[in-house]
């Protein structure tokens, strides 16, 4: 009898989870809902290589958009200026660094047909990390590591402020 009662509510069961999880406004992880002038976006960066426009790009990619390689068949424009700065946080007793601190910083502005849909907006963020002049190529590496995860980052504050448009 209970088997016949849980083959016959299974799907009943499943279906109103289903529902209930559409309801609540659940969205795979990584992917942003993009309003319909963002469907075929061009990024004008200085550097199209860096971490964080592979960033963006692939962002864009997952939530559905397909980034143009020219601003003529763009539905919209994401302008982009990106800065770098390492400062050094302490130093040794022989006065080497010891500690440095990375700030990525990324100014963007998005257009569309002539009209700014997002004037310019600031994300920043910023991480430290120690550095030993007896390991510098893993240094450089863990450098390179956190500039790549400050540029996912980043990307990812972006997307969250496009979904807004």
């Given amino acids: 009898m209970r088997a016949v009662l849980l083959r016959r509510f ?25 309003p319909a002038v963002m ?14 426009v592979h960033s963006l790009r ?7 958009a397909h980034p143009v ?5 763009a539905s ?8 770098r ?6 130093v040794s007793a022989t006065n080497r660094p010891t500690e440095y601190e990375v700030d990525y910083t990324v100014q963007f502005s998005v257009t569309a047909g002539g009209k700014t849909l997002l004037a310019n ?3 920043r963020t910023s991480r430290s990390y120690t550095f030993s002049e007896n390991l510098l190529l893993a240094t450089e590496h863990e450098q ?7 540029g996912r980052e980043l990307a990812d504050m972006v997307m969250r402020r496009l979904a807004k448009l």
Avoid at 11 to 20: G, R, S
Avoid at 69 to 73: E, M, N
Avoid at 85 to 90: A, D, P, Y
């Fill in 85 to 90: 700065v390492k400062r050094v946080l302490s």
């Fill in 10 to 34: 299974a799907p009943a069961c499943a279906a109103f989870a289903a529902l209930l999880l559409a309801g609540c406004g659940f969205h795979l992880e990584g992917r942003t809902v993009l």
């Fill in 121 to 123: 907006q600031i994300v």
């Fill in 69 to 73: 390689r020219g601003r003529a068949h």
């Fill in 58 to 64: 692939r962002d864009l990619l997952i939530s559905g």
């Fill in 76 to 83: 919209a424009v994401i302008v982009v200026h990106e800065a």
């Fill in 144 to 150: 390179a590591i956190l500039t790549g995860a400050m």
């Fill in 39 to 52: 469907r075929r976006p061009y990024i004008q960066a200085s550097d199209q290589q860096s971490d964080f």
